[in-house]
């Protein structure tokens, strides 16, 4: 039986060359860049209507300084290489002006692709005041986004009720294989339907970031990027590198290389995260979690065995509640370290579930029983109320945006919400919005494979070799996507330097992946890394004071390190030490003081952004 510190040294040396030698089967067209458009003066001359964005009094609230956030809807062509050729679409922005003497303006993006960004500066502000102080501060939803004009994925109801369906993706059977072709077609066409689809991609949201800093007359762009917000930033700056100001790409996706290498890697980096720090979490707590096991081992036997009873309730038609599903929530709650305690409930919740299916769904009793094989201490870390919203058992005591991320932290999928609907059409050729399918983005950004047996032959592969999630990536819609992609070779030529964080142990995108991008542009970025990390966010309310120190030096003034360093970081949650992972990271650690143990606590509005951003990759 392999230990978690030696899972962790096999996935490490084992990644590589067999994601490496996957990905060249492709024989995809090598990317060049496009045309930069120049903005036309009537939207550059639009007017705009400013108001009170409806989250003003909730920034205020955590932040009484803070000034007021004003928000407005703004003109964009739906295609800047040609701005009369389609109707206009609408960009949704937050705008603050600094409270002191202003650096210039400070854009973010929480990733995704498709997180809607609106809150997230003045959010991160409330965690990091001065920011309100020294920058003029702007969010906005990327287009087909959020409150930006959304994009439709149109589909019908006798297109969705013919769809086959398959009791677990993890089962790699003929039926899973015509399941997953089915449903990648689906909705390659859905979104492709209106003329729209085309045109919601990584290049126009980038010319997107540059009309809005053009419009707000601002010499240069500041930027914090999350995850697919490095993706981004590392284009912006591609792009426009003579208007790039300060930088911060944090747990970065390979944005060097395409969208497909950056999917593949995720089967690996979500194991990780999941068997050398979750599971020995769970076990070191043992005497605060019921039932769950004292070492690894029996944690990993206990999931196993919940998970093989919920395929076998829903094979015999009992049960509504997925293995598959809980694979999909543990995922996403291990973006966070805080959302340990989260991801453990939701074990201890199908846990309870398969001890008393009658029902055939989770109910208020299942998540109440599980709440309580939880010890106050844990407990303290959640709460109850958010935890049955997770579930749509009760909603009680949270505010609207805290239970709509509780429950886009949840249960369904997109195909899951649509075949609802569909199951109440009056007609057959009833049209069905499947809703923003965020890989869109990735299908118009990288030229992807079109033979759907490649993929499954990759997911096949992937969950023999990693054993959790591996069979995650399925075919995607990509594979029928119908329009060429608008991608880049990102040279980065002319660019200042930029600020790269990324966590040794981050479950969405790969530490190998962030180094090798990096690797690619060292004349241009400086990489700080963070021993015996997985939080997936690293900088404002990291666990690494280092890191925190370093970006803040950088972010406020201009200061970035001689040369790429190493952080240390903070204890897991009720914890006092930092339990070591063998893991790519050499382990040249700074010290933390002890007091910053189990300390770091995020403003309620940011968790909120970024739990929606972490379910949303998963839908």
Request: hydrophobic share 40%; aromatic share 8%.
């Amino acid at each position: 039986m392999f230990t978690p510190r030696k899972i962790a040294v096999a996935l490490a040396t084992a990644l590589v060359l067999p994601l490496l030698t996957a990905t060249t089967a492709t024989a995809a067209p090598k990317p060049t860049d496009p045309p930069t458009p120049s903005i036309p003066q009537k939207y550059l001359d639009q007017p705009i209507q400013w108001s009170v964005c409806s989250f003003d009094a909730q920034i205020k609230a955590l932040y009484p300084q803070a000034p007021t956030t004003n928000c407005a809807k703004v003109k964009v062509p739906m295609d800047w290489a040609h701005p009369d050729a389609h109707p206009d679409v609408q960009v949704a922005i937050a705008y603050s002006k600094a409270t002191g003497t202003s650096k210039g303006l400070m854009a973010s993006n929480p990733g995704g692709p498709g997180g809607a960004g609106l809150t997230l500066s003045a959010a991160l502000a409330t965690d990091k005041p001065q920011l309100f102080s020294d920058f003029d501060l702007v969010g906005f939803d990327p287009r087909g986004f959020g409150q930006s004009t959304p994009l439709q994925c149109i589909t019908t109801a006798e297109e969705l009720n013919a769809l086959p369906v398959t009791p677990d993706y993890k089962e790699r059977t003929k039926l899973t294989h015509t399941v997953e072709m089915a449903e990648a077609k689906l909705q390659a066409d859905a979104c492709a339907a209106t003329e729209f689809g085309q045109f919601v991609s990584s290049q126009q949201t980038v010319y997107d970031m540059e009309f809005i800093r053009a419009l707000l007359k601002s010499r240069q762009l500041n930027f914090i990027g999350y995850s697919y917000g490095t993706w981004l930033g590392g284009w912006y700056a591609d792009t426009y590198p003579n208007k790039v100001g300060r930088f911060v790409l944090d747990s970065n996706m390979d944005w060097t290389h395409t969208q497909w290498d950056n999917v593949n890697f995720d089967p690996f980096s979500g194991q990780r995260r999941r068997d050398t720090q979750l599971f020995p979490w769970i076990a070191r707590h043992a005497d605060q979690i019921s039932g769950l096991g004292k070492t690894p081992a029996q944690v990993l036997a206990k999931y196993n065995g919940i998970r093989a009873s919920l395929v076998t309730l829903v094979k015999a038609g009992e049960s509504d509640v997925r293995g598959d599903g809980l694979d999909g929530n543990i995922y996403s709650a291990i973006y966070g370290n805080v959302r340990f305690i989260r991801a453990t409930m939701d074990i201890l919740v199908h846990d309870e579930f398969v001890k008393d299916p009658d029902a055939g769904t989770v109910t208020v009793q299942h998540v109440d029983r599980a709440w309580a094989r939880l010890a106050p201490e844990l407990q303290a870390f959640d709460t109850l109320a958010a935890i049955r919203a997770r579930y749509g058992v009760s909603a009680a005591a949270l505010t609207s945006a805290g239970v709509a991320a509780a429950q886009a932290d949840s249960v369904k999928s997109v195909l899951a919400d649509a075949r609802e609907t569909a199951a109440k059409a009056t007609s057959g050729d009833q049209p069905v919005n499947l809703g923003a399918i965020g890989t869109t983005v990735r299908c118009n950004d990288t030229a992807w494979n079109t033979d759907p047996k490649f993929y499954l032959k990759e997911a096949d592969r992937m969950a023999k070799k990693y054993s959790f999630f591996g069979y995650m990536n399925g075919v995607p819609m990509c594979a029928y996507w119908k329009y060429a992609p608008q991608d880049r070779k990102l040279d980065l030529k002319g660019s200042p330097r930029m600020l790269i964080v990324q966590g040794e142990l981050d479950p969405a995108t790969a530490y190998e992946g962030s180094l090798r991008t990096h690797n690619d542009t060292k004349q241009v970025t400086r990489f700080v890394a963070i021993d015996d990390e997985g939080q997936h966010g690293q900088y404002i309310g990291s666990a690494s004071a280092c890191a925190e120190a370093i970006g803040d030096r950088f972010v406020f003034g201009g200061e970035l390190p001689g040369k790429d360093q190493v952080c240390g970081t903070s204890p897991l949650p009720a914890e006092l030490s930092v339990y070591p992972v063998d893991g790519p990271v050499d382990g040249n650690a700074v010290p933390l003081p002890k007091s910053k143990a189990g300390s770091v606590k995020v403003s309620p509005l940011l968790q909120q952004t970024l739990d929606l951003v972490a379910a949303s990759t998963l839908r």
